[in-house]
């Protein structure tokens, strides 16, 4: 009895809330009828969801995307909203883990929303994307690269390039520094994991490069990388492609690399994006050295978009936005566009929107438009570790905008 | 030959800490027939009081292993109110399984606990270097400082923790205790305050195993206990569970198969065969290795 009347109370309060949702949204729009383009724009506020891993291994990543939605979001409210509506944001934590984003997702739907930006993982992403086109809810992902997240005809669309693309450029760089035999290290269990090392190895192929020695690891919570190294130091290869996570890559895999005697390029990818907040002080960092890897932005690109976005970043959290936050707030204007090419919020009416590939966006990430599978195609930064050994800082090397030819 | 060495090495230095881990294991087992499950996560509790301790050491101008004394203590604490608040009133009036079962309960407790501890965090934290960087060159495998330094304190910890229970007054009662309680108790043993003992004893070694754990692997995370005391109960009832040798040739045995089949067989198969080990001693020998077969086991 007494469990049914709390639940009454609770409904009640529900109802009471998404009342006083609705009256707040009708005065803002009330306010600014001038800012709304299409007089059918729909009433009410937007929700945009997000699902990232706010706690968990790759927490830096879900502190990424919750800030940079917030600055985003934040900015377009103080312009005027989208089509006249203030947007909300409501953020759901997977905690780098599947099961978990399945629940993050389910729990956002059940909020009635239907925009999510999300998730940062592939292996996280991978376990969404049936259920959105099943929900017909717009996914729409910052970071996850794995090849099958996006498909044709489908309601996943992503604001990074694919780990196709991204494995190639790793390939095309070994070619280019002139190592015609590398190695790879990578984990079997994990998607981006995986994703990485086909790609990297399929694009060897194409541009003559062998791939000598492969190792990999059971899982991400594997700690000793030493025996796998010792056996790119024992294939006689300069260069290993070690596509892992910064939370493995700082404390564990460049250190034991080094101490098995392994002096090459270690080369990895987006998953390095946080390393240097990762290394054990103390230690001795110039093992960082020689430590490459590929990254959709540079934040020390000096174009105005790039430098605007970081300025406001850095004023509002005190920190340089990495990649992930870069291309979460893409994904917001991304979206933005979308709603106002649409003309409305409609999750199938903004699927079309973004599916429609002549639209250009230009965002912090670059300028480019996606392909019909729902894949941006944009260029990719090369980036090195350098440390005089006692921190790491990091290098731009170079910026490729397409695939060398084979 | 330089792999072989390597391999070996690699196969030492994860052996010696599953061997100390395992060791707390062995030691409740033998005296209460329980399988603290949470003695995984007491490792946690020590890496994280090591993480904090750490700035305060360096503070007072001492070197960064000295926290492992305050981490010992705590361990124990930890350990010794485990006993007191969760098992013994379970042994009072449950059944083993009931017991076991609120092994597990605190061993996913202390997990979420941390978890939901501002302080401690979700989110990994990475250690300071714990000894010093560099070491020293055999046939063309480096030998670091750090892997001499785990495998060497773990040998001198084992080494003493048998002679303390050959020799001591004390170590005989936990023998006598895990042989025949009722007539322990007849000999004038207070077999309340020796369980407390060997909990707290089991318990210090998992904070010594926590600074060999991260001066190898200097990270922390709240779930770091779950698969290495998952490892560690294997490599127990590999060598025979209650027995303190028993412990760590298991222990040792599972860290050189978990490197051997990193290296010659498949990297992502190392942790399949260490479960496939603990199937097939079961099978072959129910008691272990240098277990006695008493009929009732795990």
């Known amino acids: 009895m007494m ?97 978990e984003c399945l629940n993050a997702f389910n729990s956002l739907v059940s909020q009635g929303i239907g925009l999510i930006v999300g998730s940062v993982t592939s292996g996280c992403t991978s376990a969404i994307t049936d259920a959105a086109n099943e929900e017909e809810v717009c996914l729409l992902t910052p970071s996850a690269t794995a090849d099958s997240i996006t498909t044709e005809d489908d309601y996943v669309f992503r604001a990074c390039y694919a780990d196709s693309f991204q494995g190639a450029i790793a390939a095309a760089y070994a070619k280019q520094s002139g190592y015609t035999e590398v190695g790879v290290v990578y984990c079997a269990s994990d998607t981006y994991s995986k994703g990485l090392y086909d790609s990297f190895n399929a694009a060897c192929e194409k541009y003559g490069v062998t791939v000598k020695a492969v190792e990999s690891s059971a899982s991400l919570d594997v700690q000793d990388y030493t025996n796998q190294f010792a056996s790119m130091v024992k294939a006689g290869v300069e260069f290993v492609y070690a596509p892992y996570y910064y939370d ?53 690109d000096t174009s105005e978009k790039v430098q605007s976005f970081v300025k406001a970043y850095e004023a509002k959290f005190g920190s340089t936005p990495n990649a992930i936050s870069a291309l979460a707030y893409d994904a917001v204007y991304m979206y933005k566009q979308a709603i106002e090419a649409a003309g409305s919020a409609d999750p199938k009416a903004v699927r079309d929107a973004l599916a429609d590939t002549s639209a250009v966006y230009t965002g912090v990430t670059g300028t480019f438009s996606l392909d019909s599978t729902g894949t941006p195609a944009k260029g990719a930064s090369i980036i090195s570790f350098t440390s005089d050994g006692t921190s790491v800082t990091t290098k731009l090397v170079d910026v490729v905008k397409e695939l060398p030819a084979a | 030959m330089s792999t072989f060495i390597q391999t070996l090495i690699v196969g030492l230095r994860l052996g010696s800490i599953y061997a100390l881990v395992a ?13 603290n499950f949470a003695h995984g996560d007491f490792i946690m509790v ?75 965090g979700p989110n990994p934290i990475v250690a300071s270097q714990i000894f010093g960087t560099g070491g020293f060159t055999v046939a063309g495998v480096t030998m670091e400082w750090t892997t001499v330094y785990t495998i060497v304190i773990s040998a001198v910890v084992m080494v003493v923790l048998y002679q303390f229970t050959q020799k001591t007054k004390l170590g005989r009662a936990m023998r006598c205790v895990s042989e025949d309680k009722e007539a322990s108790i007849l000999m004038g043993i207070n077999v309340n305050n020796t369980i407390v003992l060997t909990f707290a004893i089991g318990s210090g070694l998992s904070a010594i195993a926590a600074l060999m754990y991260l001066a190898q692997y200097p990270k922390v995370y709240t779930t770091m206990g779950a698969l290495l005391g998952l490892k ?62 008493v009929g009732e086991k795990v």
Request: glycine fraction near 10%.
């Open chain 2, 23 to 35: 060791l707390g294991y062995t030691m409740v087992y033998g005296i209460i027939r329980l399988i």
């Open chain 2, 232 to 293: 560690a109960f294997v490599a127990a009832v590999l060598g025979g569970i209650g027995f303190i040798p028993g412990a760590m040739l298991g222990g040792l045995i599972i860290g050189l198969v978990e490197s051997f089949t990193t290296s010659y067989v498949s990297s992502s198969m190392a942790d399949t065969f260490v479960f496939l080990i603990l199937i097939v001693v079961l099978i072959l020998k129910p008691a272990g290795i240098l277990g006695k077969n």
């Open chain 2, 46 to 120: 020590g890496g994280y009081t090591m993480i904090f301790t750490i700035p305060i050491t360096f503070a007072l101008g001492l070197p960064a292993w000295t926290s492992v004394l305050l981490a010992i203590i705590v361990c124990a604490a930890v350990g010794v109110s485990t006993e007191l608040v969760a098992y013994r009133p379970i042994r009072k009036r449950g059944t083993s399984m009931t017991a076991l079962i609120t092994a597990i309960a605190v061993s996913l407790l202390l997990e979420n606990l941390a978890q939901a501890i501002p302080a401690i």
């Open chain 1, 248 to 300: 493995v890559i700082g404390p564990y895999i460049v250190t034991q690399a080094r101490a098995a005697g392994y002096k090459g390029i270690i080369m990895g990818a987006d998953g390095y994006d946080g390393t240097p907040d990762y290394v054990v002080a103390g230690a001795d960092l110039s093992v960082f050295n020689d430590v490459y890897w590929t990254n959709h932005y540079d934040p020390a």
């Open chain 1, 3 to 99: 469990k049914k009347k709390l639940v009454v109370l609770l409904l009640s309060a529900c109802m009471l809330l998404s009342l006083a949702a609705c009256g707040t949204s009708g005065t803002s729009e009330s306010a600014e009828p001038a800012a709304s383009d299409d007089a059918a724009a729909p009433a009410g506020e937007i929700t945009i969801g997000t699902i990232s891993p706010n706690t968990g291994s790759l927490a830096a990543y879900g502190a990424a995307v919750t800030t940079a939605v917030e600055l985003a979001v934040e900015e377009i409210n103080a312009a005027g909203g989208i089509n006249g509506s203030q947007v909300k944001v409501v953020n759901a934590d997977d905690q780098f883990d599947p099961t």
